[in-house]
């Protein structure tokens, strides 16, 4: 862990850098694949596709849901 001191009293401190980021995905996203798609298309499609799975199956939903917050993915519409 980083360790800093201060001017004052010279006293070490422990601190941790903590960063955070959200990715937010529209659920609306591309329903096929075309062939002059972006990455991030693809991967706009792809995570939509895997939000709808969730919506047909309560325990599969539960687990996107589950994942989803581990990696900070929120689903707008």
Known sequence: M???TTPTT???IDYQKVFTERV???KDGPVD???N???GELL????CD???????DEKLK????AMARKWNVFYVS
């Open 62 to 65: 539960d687990a996107i849901e």
């Open 50 to 56: 895997v939000y709808r799975l969730g919506q047909k």
């Open 37 to 39: 798609s972006t990455g």
């Open 10 to 12: 010279s006293a070490a």
């Open 24 to 26: 937010f995905i529209k």
């Open 44 to 47: 706009h499609g792809y995570l």
């Open 2 to 4: 980083p360790t800093a």
């Open 33 to 35: 694949p075309d062939i």
